[in-house]
C-alpha cells in the first residue's frame, strides 16, 4: 500500500513539473517583461488551489460534507488567487484577481476533486483485493488443517502399544510420525510442493495407519510418470486417502484399498478405490474428517476451472478421481485466477 501511495506522489511530481515547465515556455513568448513574476504566481496559485482542496477532501474522506467542510471550501475558492496577487508586478490587480476567481480557481477545485476520487478507487481496490486474498488464504489454511485428529491420538496408541511390546517397528513408526508432522507443520506452508513430496507422505500416513491391521498392506499405490516433474498444492490427497479409509469395512484385504498416481503432460490423474462397508455401523467412522464438500471447496479455490472431482459407486466399491489441468502454470498466474474467481 505504501509503494502505491510513493507511486501516486511520484506521479504528481512528474505533472507539476511538466505543467510548470509548460506555463514558462507560454508565458515567457507572450512578451511580458514580467512573465517570471507572473508565472511564479501562476503556478503557486494552481498550487495552493489543488493541495488545500486535496487535503481537505482527505480529512473528510468518508465523512458526511458537513458545516466545516463547506466553509473551509469558501475559504479556499476566495483566496485561492491571493498567491498569483503576491507575485503579480502590480500592488494589486483586482481584474486579475477576479479573471484567476473564475477561472483558474474552478478548475484546480475540479482537478484536486478529480484526483482524491481516483487515489481512493485505486487504494479501496488494492484494499479490497487483499482482504479478499486474505480472507481466501485462511479458508484454505483452515481446509489444509483439518486432518482428522483421531488419526494422531490412534497412532500414538498404536506406537505406545509397538513400544510396550517392543516390536522391530516402533522405531519406524516413530520415524514416520516424525516425518509427516514435519510436512504439516514446516513444509506444507508453501503455496505448491514437488509431487514427489507429497507421495512421500502420503507413503507414511499409509505406513502409519497400516498399524491398525495385522494383514499385509491394505494399499496399493501405484504411481505412474515422474512424480518431481510437477508441483501441486499440499496436503491435497490425504484427505481422500482418510474417506476411504472410514468408509472400508474394518477388515480388508491385503491391496483392498487401491491408489493410483499418474503424471501425465499437462495434467495429474489421482484415483481412490475403496471397498464399501456393508453394514456402516461397522465403518471405521472417525468423527473429525473434512468430507468431500470441504475438499471440493479447497479445489474451487486452489484450481479454480482446472481440476474435474468425479466420485461414483460401482457394487460394492467407491471410486474417487481427481484430475488436475495446467499443473505448469506459474505460480503468480494460478494466485490471479485464485484471486479472480
Not at 505406545?160 to 520415524?175: G, I, R
Not at 503455496?191 to 507421495?199: A, F, G, K, N
Not at 498466474?333 to 485464485?338: C, D, I, Q, T
Request: with cysteine; charged share 15%.
Amino acid at each position: 500500500m505504501e509503494r502505491v501511495k510513493r507511486i501516486f506522489w511520484l506521479i504528481h511530481l512528474v505533472v507539476w513539473v511538466l505543467f510548470t515547465l509548460l506555463a514558462v515556455l507560454q508565458l515567457s513568448n507572450d512578451n511580458d517583461a514580467h512573465w517570471r513574476g507572473t508565472t511564479t504566481g501562476f503556478i503557486a496559485t494552481c498550487l495552493y488551489v489543488f493541495y488545500t482542496h486535496f487535503y481537505l477532501l482527505t480529512q473528510h474522506a468518508g465523512k458526511r460534507k458537513g458545516k466545516d467542510y463547506r466553509l473551509q471550501f469558501a475559504v479556499i475558492a476566495l483566496t485561492g488567487p491571493l498567491p498569483f496577487v503576491l507575485f503579480y508586478h502590480k500592488t494589486l490587480d483586482f481584474g486579475q484577481y477576479s479573471m484567476h476567481l473564475v477561472t483558474t480557481v474552478p478548475i484546480f477545485l475540479f482537478l484536486s476533486w478529480l484526483a482524491r476520487v481516483t487515489e481512493n478507487l485505486v487504494l479501496n481496490t488494492i484494499r479490497k483485493e487483499q482482504l479478499e486474498k486474505q480472507a481466501v488464504q485462511a479458508e484454505l489454511y483452515y481446509l489444509k488443517s483439518q486432518i482428522n485428529p483421531h488419526f494422531l491420538f490412534n497412532t500414538l496408541n498404536n506406537i505406545h502399544t509397538l513400544v510396550y511390546k517392543q516390536a522391530a517397528t516402533a522405531p519406524e513408526a516413530v520415524l514416520r510420525l516424525a516425518s509427516l508432522m514435519r510436512y504439516m507443520i514446516y513444509e506444507s506452508n508453501s503455496p505448491t510442493v514437488p509431487l514427489s513430496r507429497e507421495m512421500d507422505y502420503l507413503q507414511d500416513y499409509i505406513g502409519l495407519q497400516q498399524l491398525r491391521y495385522k494383514q499385509a498392506p491394505v494399499v496399493d499405490l501405484q504411481i505412474q510418470g515422474d512424480p518431481a516433474a510437477c508441483h501441486i498444492a499440499p496436503l491435497l490427497f490425504v484427505h481422500l486417502l482418510e474417506n476411504a479409509y472410514k468408509h472400508s469395512p474394518a477388515r480388508l484385504e491385503p491391496g483392498a484399498i487401491r491408489v493410483s498416481v499418474e503424471v501425465a503432460a499437462d495434467s495429474l490423474h489421482f484415483r481412490v478405490e475403496n471397498p464399501v462397508a456393508p453394514n456402516p455401523a461397522r465403518t471405521l467412522e472417525e468423527p473429525g474428517g473434512i468430507g468431500l464438500p470441504n475438499i471440493r471447496k479447497r479445489l474451487q479455490l486452489l484450481y479454480p476451472e482446472q481440476h474435474q472431482l468425479d466420485v461414483s459407486r460401482t457394487g460394492d466399491t467407491f471410486t474417487v478421481l481427481l484430475i488436475i489441468y495446467a499443473l505448469h502454470l506459474p505460480v503468480h498466474e494460478r494466485e490471479y485466477h485464485l484471486l479472480h474467481h
